[in-house]
């Protein structure tokens, strides 16, 4: 009789853990997915050359912003124009990390978003390649260029041509 007693408590007592830590771990998990849900990027996602696969959203965030400034004091961008060559101011640059991180796709190789401005281009142009004249549209698609070309994240980038075409 006294072994019938001790494993019916036990299983009691087993079974009144099982159910309290069952229900803990499901109180836990509504919290952490239904009240405060934290996106994730999945496998296999890259921004620029970062992986950033299984970080969440705002990690990833804060992470490139300690990192934009570095990439700022080393980063290079030439630029070509018939046969001048350049460097391309970066201190004006913007990365825009809110656009970069909620344009991210999870599972592929995606790009920063950058903002150049056009005065700085304009007068980049002016100064380093005199001999041309470039109109307002031909500003605005090179800028739309070199934006484009910093996208990667590359620290060293070299622009082939500053021709709209």
């Known amino acids: 009789m006294d ?21 803990t771990n499901a109180g836990a998990y509504a919290v952490d997915n239904w009240l ?4 994730e990027f999945g496998d296999n ?13 705002e990690s990833a965030k ?10 700022r004091a080393d ?5 070509t124009y018939q046969d001048a060559m350049a460097t391309y101011p970066l201190e004006n640059a913007e990365i825009l990390l ?17 903002q150049l401005s056009t005065d700085t281009t304009r007068a980049f142009l002016a100064d380093h390649f005199p001999v041309a004249a470039f109109s307002e549209e031909d500003v605005e698609a090179i800028n ?10 590359q620290k060293k980038r070299r622009l082939p041509s500053a021709t709209t075409a």
């Open 62 to 71: 804060m992470m490139f912003a300690g990192q934009s400034e570095t990439w």
């Open 3 to 23: 072994n019938k007693l001790f494993g019916l408590t036990f299983a009691a007592v087993f079974g009144l853990a099982l159910f309290v830590f069952g229900a």
């Open 45 to 57: 996602t890259y921004i620029g050359t970062t992986d950033v696969s299984n970080m969440e959203v």
């Open 75 to 79: 980063a290079e961008l030439q630029v």
């Open 36 to 39: 405060f849900p934290t996106e």
């Open 144 to 153: 739309g260029k070199l934006e484009t070309a910093l996208q990667g994240g």
């Open 98 to 114: 809110d656009e970069t991180v909620r344009n991210a796709e999870t599972g592929s190789q995606n790009s920063f978003v950058f």
